[in-house]
């Protein structure tokens, strides 16, 4: 099974700064189709969890352009810039490009 | 709008069994791929099941494989998760989630929670 290990754990951010959230596969994610199926969740409290990134950088429908996903291979990141209150919970990698599916342990999100 | 609406969660004594529905609405569900993925109290998520549009692929977690039946009707826009010789360990919040695009989980529903215990 492929291991998905995010860092932090949990990081505390001001209003209006910057956060990066890095999220690395025991193996490459590039499918044989040439995909590579990292994605971010967030998961704001006591809401289910919503698409924010699908196949390392694009951004799903109706997400800020605040929220910019980049990486390659086994290592990626989740860039949030201009950090407001409601983006506050738990962020998720996963990665689909092989059965079992599988999520990275979450990184909370804290606003000072 | 998307809509995924979970029912049949409960209480359950282990070693019994469960079977959870979600209600899709807002997209051609006969279509897409589905999921259900599965959060436990105070913990991360973990993928449990999934089917493809015409149910001709179906994947499990090892964690549910051979208790656990995951099906859909097209007719009726249900996905379903037959679960069976329940353990206190399958004590979790249960979402089904879409796979519109491929391969990630564009949308989820709200959640039905299952516990397993005496």
């Known amino acids: 099974d492929v291991v998905m290990t995010q860092t932090p754990v949990s990081m505390s951010v001001s209003l209006g700064g910057q956060v990066s959230i890095s999220c690395r596969s025991s193996?490459?994610?590039?499918?044989?189709?040439?995909?590579?199926?990292l994605s971010w969740y967030i998961q704001k409290p006591s809401q289910s969890p919503q698409l924010l990134i699908y196949?390392?950088?694009n951004r799903f429908s109706g997400i800020s352009d605040r929220f910019s996903g980049s990486g390659s291979g086994t290592d990626f990141t989740l860039k949030i810039s201009r950090v407001e209150p409601d983006d506050l919970g738990v962020y998720y990698c996963?990665?689909?490009?092989?059965?079992?599916?599988?999520f990275g342990s979450g990184t909370k999100l804290e606003i000072k | 709008e998307v809509q995924l609406v979970e029912s049949g969660g409960g209480l359950v004594q282990p070693g019994r069994s469960l079977k959870l529905s979600c209600l899709a609405s807002?997209?051609?569900?006969?279509?897409?791929?589905m999921n259900w993925i599965r959060q436990a109290p105070g913990k991360g998520l973990e993928w449990v099941a999934s089917?493809?549009?015409?149910?001709?692929?179906?994947y499990y977690a090892d964690t549910v494989k051979g208790r656990f039946t995951i099906s859909r009707d097209n007719a009726k826009n249900t996905l379903y998760l037959q679960m069976t010789s329940l353990r206190s360990e399958d004590t979790a919040l249960y979402y089904c989630?879409?796979?519109?695009?491929?391969?990630?989980?564009?949308?989820w529903g709200q959640g039905v929670m299952v516990t397993v215990s005496s």
């Open positions: 807002g997209f051609t569900f006969s279509n897409y791929g």
């Open positions: 996963g990665q689909g490009t092989q059965y079992p599916f599988t």
């Open positions: 989630a879409t796979t519109l695009g491929a391969s990630y989980f564009d949308y």
């Open positions: 089917i493809s549009s015409s149910s001709s692929y179906i």
């Open positions: 193996q490459s994610l590039v499918h044989n189709n040439g995909n590579t199926y």
């Open positions: 196949k390392v950088s």
